[in-house]
């Protein structure tokens, strides 16, 4: 997911030199290794250096961890671009697991089929079920050993490690043509450090061919199409408060993108937000009402089809991630002021253009009733967007409903 591109610098040429900077860039980094562990046959993971690599082997391309800053400043600067990937693992994040969760189950664990038939069941219990009360006792008192496979659990931060904005900034001096390539499972928040660099590239954990699918953008080969599914904020201050151990925690209606409209702050990364080597443009937006029986994905629901025409400028195909938002009336009660309702890719070759008609059931564009139990459409005017991300002015058409009780 290509989320900056000044210049642009990407893709970059396979030829000439580039320095590879980063621990990640050289380990397979799979994610967390609780119940969504993955474990690939030996050597099988192709890591970001392997996948650069491979995919240009006319190419220069030399690594450092990046412990030493100078030494990984030095290699930036006397490379043609650099290439630095940082970002967490398992250790920063994942499923989390205190001892004194399983408490409760250890009071219940049953006591060895060989010491029941040795010294009877009537015999053993209270002794047994003293020893286990002793042990979840125990394990109350405990804590996660830091590095254990089920110690990290949701972040309190969403920024880098303090070592790893010090790379990013020591080799963005040495080399302005320098790429960051974060790797992670959820939000990092680059404020500090993201104008500092003239490209990022989310890269999430990339799975077991995710270097060359790394390669294959950064050398232009694919379109990076990716879009966020949250925004990404410019301040941890922007989101609600979090404690990872509260027994509770009540969200409202704002939160996400729906939260930094609310308060009239931009994200960093808006929410659908991704950039394209390709260009698309939108026009001739339509929107009209579709009663039941009218259209075939849900014929006993009334829809809103939205119809547009999708155009790639550009001299390279890409796929267009086509997203429609709606924002309602309001009148009625609090209601998120701009949200999506829909949502299609569409390949497009260069200089193509596409028509198409999106489906958007009535109910995504109603609220709940408690008092009817039942979803009720809003009667005023409803503004229809298509936008490339949640905060963009988009292209955007007015339409004026009835109030609707909608049925099941």
Do not use: K
């Not at 994942?94 to 009877?120: K, S």
């Not at 125990?138 to 830091?146: E, K, M, N, V, W």
């Not at 999708?310 to 997203?323: F, Y």
């Not at 609220?367 to 139990?373: G, M, S, V």
């Amino acid at each position: 997911m290509l989320l900056r591109n000044e210049g642009p610098l990407l893709p970059l040429p396979a030829t000439g030199s580039l320095a590879v900077i980063g621990r990640l860039a050289a380990l397979p980094n799979l994610g967390d290794r609780g119940s969504s562990d993955t474990r690939p046959a030996a050597g099988s993971v192709v890591t970001p250096l392997a996948g650069l690599r491979a995919a240009a082997p006319a190419m220069a391309i030399r690594h450092e961890e990046g412990r030493n800053l100078a030494a990984a400043a030095a290699l930036a600067a006397a490379s043609e671009a650099a290439v630095v990937v940082v970002g967490l693992d398992w250790r920063h994040e994942g499923e989390h697991i205190h001892p004194g969760d399983i408490a409760p189950v250890l009071e219940q664990v049953p006591p060895p089929a060989a010491l029941v038939r040795w010294l009877g069941w009537r015999r053993l219990r209270p002794l047994w079920r003293q020893l286990t009360r002793l042990i979840a006792a125990l394990a109350r008192l405990g804590s996660a050993r830091p590095g254990s496979h089920f110690a990290a659990g949701d972040r309190t931060c969403l920024g880098l490690p303090a070592g790893q904005l010090r790379l990013i900034r020591a080799v963005a001096a040495a080399n302005p043509r320098t790429v960051v390539v974060l790797m992670g499972g959820g939000a990092i928040v680059c404020e500090q450090w993201r104008q500092q660099v003239p490209a990022i590239l989310l890269l999430w954990y990339p799975g077991e061919q995710g270097g060359a699918a790394l390669a294959d953008v950064i050398f232009g080969r694919v379109s990076p199409s990716g879009r966020l599914p949250f925004a990404l904020p410019s301040s941890e201050a922007h989101l609600p408060p979090f404690n990872p151990r509260a027994r509770r925690l009540t969200y409202d209606l704002w939160h996400g993108y729906r939260r930094l409209r609310h308060q009239g702050l931009a994200a960093a990364f808006p929410f659908g937000w991704g950039l394209s080597y390709a260009a698309f443009a939108h026009e001739g937006l339509v929107a009209q009402l579709v009663p039941a029986g009218r259209q075939q994905a849900r014929p006993e629901e009334p829809a809103l089809a939205v119809s547009v025409v999708v155009r790639n400028a550009a001299a390279v195909p890409g796929d267009e991630v086509l997203q429609v938002y709606v924002e309602p009336p309001g009148l009625r009660l609090p209601r998120a002021a701009r949200q999506l309702v829909g949502f299609q890719r569409l390949s497009l070759d260069a200089g193509q253009a596409l028509p198409i008609t999106l489906l958007i059931p009535l109910r995504r564009l109603a609220y709940f009733d408690e008092a009817r139990d039942a979803f009720v459409l809003e009667a005023g005017c409803h503004r229809v967007l298509v936008a490339p991300h949640a905060e963009a002015r988009g292209l955007a058409v007015e339409l004026t409903l009835g109030e609707r009780v909608l049925e099941g």
